[in-house]
């Protein structure tokens, strides 16, 4: 079973705006990771953060965590055509083993 | 350096083949994961190699799975009497040292399709 659900499913905007998308889990996580996969293949991490960590940046991505909601948000902030993928969160147990959502699809237009 | 590589990256089968997917991970990396991807689904994880301790098998959804991992480094996903149900998109990662933390590093997968 999945750990985590994504929010929405699915996302259209046009380049320049942001697009911010939701994790919510069930059980207690170590550290939250989110990830980017382009055309339903190898997936590349973009940004953990940790259960003790409330926000976190790295370049026009912007992450939030909230253990007491069970949530986090990634956020793109001016997004361009090459953001376009599917984005996952995992959460990550005890023994670092990782549980991924389904996953939200993001298409950026020109 | 060289990153995850997975052979093949395409494999059609016909249904009760038996197949064998293979997993190269990057050079040093301890751990090794191995998930299922179906269509318009997240990742499933299925097995996790952490240097010499017994594997986590408990994501293997039948005993038609197996895997092994000879060495320390590469690993074979085996599926034996094929199902449609196992059509799906195979994700092989691996991560330094498989602890808390640690960054995993995916391959470009190997797409199983059965016929």
């Known amino acids: 079973s999945q750990q985590g659900e994504e929010d929405p499913q699915a996302l259209s905007i046009q380049e320049g705006e942001n697009a911010t998308m939701n994790c919510s889990y069930k059980?207690?996580?170590?550290?939250l990771q989110w990830y980017r996969q382009n055309s339903g293949r190898g997936l590349v991490h973009l940004i953990l953060?940790?259960?003790?960590?409330r926000e976190k940046h790295s370049g026009r991505l912007r992450v939030t965590l909230d253990t007491s909601k069970k949530s986090s948000s990634l956020l793109i902030t001016a997004s361009r055509a090459a953001d376009t993928a599917s984005y996952f969160c995992?959460?990550?147990?005890?023994?670092?083993?990782?549980?991924f959502g389904a996953g939200t699809q993001v298409v950026v237009t020109p | 350096g060289a990153g995850v590589s997975q052979s093949p990256s395409n494999k059609v089968t016909e249904k009760g083949k038996d197949v064998e997917l293979r997993c190269d991970p990057i050079?040093?990396?301890?751990?090794l994961y191995w998930y299922r991807q179906s269509l318009g689904q997240g990742l499933e994880f299925l097995i996790y190699?952490?240097?010499?301790?017994?594997?986590?098998k408990s994501g293997l959804p039948s005993d038609r799975f197996s895997a092994e991992r000879t060495g320390g480094s590469v690993s074979t996903l085996t599926i034996q009497r094929t199902q449609q149900e196992d059509s799906a998109v195979y994700l092989c990662?691996?991560?330094?040292?498989?602890?808390?933390?640690?960054?995993?590093?995916f391959g470009p997968g190997t797409r199983l399709t059965v016929l």
């Open positions: 990662a691996s991560s330094l040292w498989g602890g808390v933390g640690d960054t995993q590093y």
């Open positions: 059980t207690s996580i170590n550290n």
């Open positions: 953060i940790r259960s003790n960590e």
């Open positions: 995992a959460t990550e147990d005890s023994w670092g083993k990782l549980q």
């Open positions: 050079s040093g990396h301890t751990a």
């Open positions: 190699f952490q240097g010499n301790s017994a594997p986590d």
